[in-house]
C-alpha cells in the first residue's frame, strides 16, 4: 500500500470536465462494440442449416463473443462508477488508499478505481473487497 499521505490539491472543474468526455466517449464506443456483438452473436445462433464441424465454429464464435463483451460489460461498469465519483468528488481518488492518483495514471485508464499499487495487489488477490 502506498506510503504517502500528503494530499495534492483537488482536481479543477475543466480537468474532470475533460476525464468526464474521456470517459463518455469510451463509454459509447463500447456501447457500440456491445451491440454489433449482440447482432453478430444472433447471426450465428439463427444458421439452423449447418453441418456439425459448422455448429461447433458457431459454438465457439458465441463463446469468444461473450468473453469479450463480458469484459466491456466491466469496463462499462468501471465508466459508470468513474462518472459517479467524478459527481461526487471522489474522482482520481484509489478507492483502497484514498491516494489522489497522477494524471498519467488517469490517462492512461480513466475509469481506474484504484493507484497502481494497489491495483497491483488486487490483481494478486491481496485487496480486501
Known amino acids: 500500500m502506498p506510503t504517502s499521505t500528503a494530499r495534492v490539491p483537488k482536481?479543477?472543474?475543466?480537468?474532470l470536465?475533460?476525464?468526464?468526455?474521456l470517459l463518455e466517449?469510451?463509454?459509447?464506443?463500447?456501447?457500440?462494440?456491445?451491440?454489433?456483438?449482440?447482432?453478430?452473436?444472433?447471426?450465428?445462433?439463427?444458421?439452423?442449416?449447418?453441418?456439425?464441424?459448422?455448429?461447433?465454429v458457431s459454438s465457439y464464435t458465441r463463446e469468444f463473443l461473450y468473453s469479450l463483451t463480458d469484459g466491456e460489460r466491466t469496463v462499462l461498469l468501471r465508466i459508470d462508477e468513474a462518472l459517479n465519483r467524478i459527481d461526487d468528488g471522489t474522482y482520481g481518488y484509489c478507492l483502497n488508499c484514498n491516494v489522489q492518483m497522477s494524471d498519467k495514471r488517469l490517462a492512461a485508464v480513466p475509469w481506474t478505481p484504484h493507484?497502481?499499487?494497489c491495483q497491483e495487489l488486487a490483481e494478486k488477490g491481496l485487496?480486501?473487497?
Do not use: F, P
Request: aromatic residues 2%.
Open 17 to 21: 470536465e475533460k476525464y468526464r468526455r
Open 115 to 117: 493507484c497502481v499499487d
Open 25 to 56: 466517449q469510451k463509454k459509447s464506443e463500447l456501447s457500440d462494440e456491445l451491440a454489433k456483438a449482440r447482432d453478430a452473436e444472433e447471426e450465428t445462433t439463427e444458421e439452423s442449416t449447418q453441418d456439425i464441424a459448422d455448429k461447433a
Open 127 to 129: 485487496l480486501e473487497g
Open 11 to 15: 482536481r479543477g472543474k475543466r480537468e
